[in-house]
């Protein structure tokens, strides 16, 4: 079967992106992953990674010990009301994060630096460790950022608690 070049063309350019995708493995043990886009950066830090494109980025946080995503959200709440110049919250609930129940709560307002943006924090727990990921990107760039955070988010896979 004969394919037409525009259908080639246009095959390579819808899975080209994908392509150069890449995957983190944190080096702490116990592990996780998460999807690293194409064009993104991670960087691990001590306290888990950060990855980043532009002035979009994913933290994920990982602390020891077991912490119920309400308390850690609650906790978390303050900080963002005094960051956020006209702090509102878009929205907060219950989610499946790394395979567990987990929480989130959406954030908008406009931090020091002036520039109007959007904070989602999701929080879940495996027993024995907590991870917390701060999603943030401009208001004015949403439409774009919002899709790769959501499949760095939708990667993320701890290790199996033993």
């Known amino acids: 079967m004969k394919m037409s070049p525009l259908i080639v063309v246009l095959w390579c350019i819808a899975h080209g ?10 080096r702490r043990q116990p592990s996780f992953t998460l999807l690293v886009p194409d064009g993104w950066t991670a960087t691990p830090t001590n306290e888990g990674v950060t990855i980043a494109s532009g002035g979009d980025a994913f933290h994920l946080n990982v602390q020891p010990g077991a912490r119920r ?9 303050p900080q963002f009301q005094r960051q956020l110049q006209g702090f509102r919250e878009l929205a ?16 908008a307002g406009t931090p020091p630096s002036g520039i109007s943006g959007i904070d989602r ?6 027993g024995r460790l907590t991870f917390t990921a701060f999603e ?9 950022a919002r899709p790769a955070l959501a499949r760095i988010e939708a990667s993320f896979t701890p290790d199996p608690v033993r």
Do not use: N
């Open 92 to 107: 907060s609930g219950g989610l499946k994060f790394g395979g567990q129940t987990g929480g989130f709560a959406v954030y």
């Open 17 to 26: 992106a994908a392509a150069a995708d890449t995957t983190y493995r944190d």
């Open 136 to 144: 943030s990107f401009k208001d004015s760039e949403a439409a774009q």
């Open 69 to 77: 995503p309400g308390e850690v959200l609650v906790s978390l709440r």
């Open 121 to 126: 924090i999701v929080t879940m727990t495996d």
